[in-house]
């Protein structure tokens, strides 16, 4: 694993997420007690030791997966590839019982088939070692070891996906909705939105309560992964379960009981009960459900914050986007006053049209829908 030369001997971190949210990634990483903490596209770096390595995979809210190199080199072409593979001696990071999975990205002109040049990176460490131990280690899609492999032009760096599955995959989740958002995205919204995690929050138009399952978890001080029990790292020859288990004790000893407001709505109840059924799976208990249009609904709680990721006109259809959007922001300037409002979405011009000045527009991507997070102070 690469170590920084003013790292301290400690191994470089790769943090990958959405645009849009790298700043609010830094700040956790940062928190978390990561090291020359640096901000690029998509990606956020750090330096620390084993123990950093296992809180960000089991505590961050904004990451995707946690990478952390092994190896990069100049790869011409496929025979380049399959030495730089050749040359990591792979029974030093797994053993021939795991399964592995090649991740490939590639940028470049010079190899024309991935799925061939995934396969050259699989046959190096097949062939390593079957020479060495007479058989081989099998492939798996849902693998003990994720192996990621990102090549820009002829440079090509490999390294271990510590995480696994994305980490957006909380393993709270029962039913999903028709158009669900993603956790990470979500709880980076939320950060974006500046709640301070105390005052009430709502999501008007909840769906399966995406949203106000990752606030619960914020006010809970609870981690991301609280319900998680697999990931890659632990399948690594240099894993310590001791190590592990008192990062995971340090983190859950800090989880305390959830005294604020928080609200899911929506007016549809078979979607409502789906996110009552998370909630019940995650033993998220304070969190309250209505039923309810969000055209007839007039807070009583004291004024927060509230984030609503209505339809786009793309998965969910819309009669008219225009007049939907005209008509939220009539309801946000007659009956939620005081209240911080925030709405996602993809259809820019009808978020024009909500009629009140932004106090913030952030570009952020939902998928590979360009979204526009936009925010109204409602006095």
Same mark, same amino acid.
């Given at each position: 694993m690469r170590k920084g030369p003013n790292s301290g001997g400690d191994d470089l971190y790769v943090i990958k997420t959405f645009q849009g949210l790298e700043d609010v990634l830094a700040e956790e990483v940062q928190l978390l007690g990561g090291k020359n903490v640096r901000k690029g596209n998509r990606v956020v770096t750090c330096f620390g030791d084993q123990a950093l390595g296992y809180r960000l995979n089991y505590e961050l809210r904004t990451g995707l997966s946690v990478l952390t190199p092994l190896k990069s080199g100049r790869t011409p072409n496929e025979h380049a590839v399959y030495d730089l593979f050749r040359s990591i001696q792979w029974d030093r990071v797994f053993r021939i019982n795991k399964t592995f999975l090649i991740d490939m990205v590639c940028y470049s002109d010079r190899f024309r088939n991935t799925h061939f040049l995934a396969l050259k990176c699989k046959d190096a460490i097949v062939?390593?070692?079957?020479? @060495?131990?007479?058989?081989?280690?099998?492939?798996?899609?849902?693998?003990?070891?994720?192996?990621?492999?990102?090549? @820009?032009d002829a440079d090509c760096k490999i390294s271990l996906d510590l995480s696994g599955a994305s980490l957006f995959k909380r393993d709270y989740r029962y039913t999903r909705g028709i158009a669900p958002i993603n956790e990470v995205l979500a709880a980076g919204l939320i950060k974006l939105a500046g709640w301070d995690e105390v005052s009430p929050f709502v999501d008007p138009m909840c769906g399966s309560g995406t949203f106000v399952m990752e606030a619960a978890m914020m006010a809970r001080r609870q981690p991301a992964q609280f319900y998680r029990k697999n990931f890659s790292l632990m399948h690594l020859n240099n894993f310590s379960q001791n190590l592990w288990e008192k990062v995971v004790d340090e983190a859950n000893s800090r989880i305390q009981d959830q005294h604020n407001s928080i609200i899911g709505r929506d007016r549809d109840p078979e979607v409502l009960k789906k996110a009552e059924m998370n909630a019940v799976r995650a033993m998220q208990k304070g969190i309250r459900f209505e039923q309810g249009d969000f055209f007839n609904w007039q807070p009583d709680d004291p004024p927060g914050v509230m984030i609503m990721n209505p339809p786009y006109d793309q998965r969910i259809d819309l009669e008219d986007a225009i007049a939907f959007y005209k008509d939220i922001g009539d309801h946000f300037k007659q009956h939620c006053k005081g209240w911080k409002a925030w709405i996602i979405s993809s259809h820019l011009k009808a978020l024009k049209r909500v009629g009140l000045k932004p106090i913030r527009r952030i570009p952020v991507h939902n998928g590979p829908l360009d979204c526009r997070l936009v925010g109204f102070d409602l006095y």
């Open positions: 062939d390593q070692f079957r020479e @060495k131990y007479g058989r081989r280690p099998s492939i798996s899609k849902c693998p003990d070891v994720k192996i990621n492999v990102f090549i @820009k």
